[in-house]
């Protein structure tokens, strides 16, 4: 069996070992603190503007830098966040190249260099303004067979935005995200989002609308064909060229099913005539919810006689 190690092996030269482990550490950090270090890190540029200024789109860029420098000062800088902050006085507007400097990222240790890949940033900068302005609703896909959207309303209809003076001078009205109506058949509320188009929403909507969708059966034209034209007024005798005419009016099919050609009238007014020829617009009259869409023909010619009418 060995004989364990000895304490007395242990200490002996025990000043010497020391000295011996303190000259390695200095020379380990000497080597250290000699070493470059170069690493590649991702900086968020924030932009801050003058009052009644703004920044077209995103307030900040992300540009792309190497970071060069000390092994040991470069610890801080391979994890935490590297944020710079830049702003833009009062006056400056339009497209803007802006030279990128270390000083812009707050506590920089000038002992390292940055260099960033794109040495200009640009960005946009005009006045502020804001306005009310309408929305539009926008609809995608079709009913279902024989319905139709007859009215949509919008709650609210419109929004106040703010955005670059360019920009707001150029917008009309703001559009609501696409809202799906294939296969509806019948009245509902749905909700959906503004398309702000990078504006600033102004007011409390939370950038929601709720859009109500009422919805209606079909309307379709039916043609009402030998429909005898009257004369109405004279108190003498006359005839009219044509004698008939063809209605065509426009309902839903609930409506349009349940009308005979007894329930069109179709007329010229001669109370101010005196006898002879003379050309007058067919009148007509049509049934309740429908819409008259034309007559063929929409005039007549009318022969008064001088004969009176028989009572």
């Known amino acids: 069996m060995k004989n364990p190690i000895s304490i ?22 000497i080597v250290q603190g000699d070493e470059v270090l170069e690493i590649n890190r991702r900086v968020k540029v924030n932009f801050s503007v003058a009052n009644g200024y703004m920044v077209k789109g995103k307030s900040f860029r992300y540009i792309e830098a ?78 279902a067979e024989g319905y139709f959207i007859e009215k949509v309303i919008l709650a609210p209809d419109k ?23 294939a296969g509806i058949n019948q009245t509902k509320t749905v909700e959906t989002h503004i398309v702000t188009q990078g504006l600033q929403i102004e007011d409390d909507t939370d950038n929601l609308v709720k859009v109500t969708l009422q919805v209606g059966d079909s309307k379709v034209n039916k043609r009402f064909a030998s429909i005898p034209v009257r004369i109405v007024g004279s108190s003498y005798q006359a005839t009219t060229k044509p004698k008939n005419v063809s209605i065509v009016i426009q309902g839903t099919p609930g409506i349009l099913n349940f009308v005979n050609p007894s329930d069109l009238r179709a007329f010229v007014e001669t109370t101010d005539l005196a006898p002879g020829r003379h050309e007058r ?17 929409d005039k007549a010619v009318v022969e008064i006689s001088t004969e009176k009418r028989l009572n």
């Open 8 to 29: 007395s092996f242990i200490f002996r030269n025990f000043w010497y070992k020391l000295s011996s482990l303190g000259l390695a550490v200095l020379v380990w950090g």
């Open 66 to 143: 190497k970071l060069r420098g000390p092994r040991v000062l470069m610890g801080d800088y391979t994890e935490r966040p590297l944020e710079a902050k830049i702003y833009i006085p009062s006056g400056q507007t339009g497209e803007l190249e802006i030279a990128f400097e270390a000083k812009f990222i707050r506590g920089w240790d000038d002992r390292i260099k940055i260099t960033p890949r794109d040495s200009y940033i640009s960005v946009f900068v005009d006045e502020k303004v804001s306005r009310t302005v309408p929305i539009r609703e926008v609809l995608q896909g079709a009913p």
């Open 159 to 181: 929004v106040k935005l703010s955005g670059t003076k360019s920009d707001m001078n150029k917008l009309v009205d703001v559009v609501t995200e696409p809202i799906d109506i």
């Open 281 to 297: 617009e067919i009148q007509v009259k049509i049934p309740p919810d429908t819409v008259l869409i034309e007559t063929v023909p």
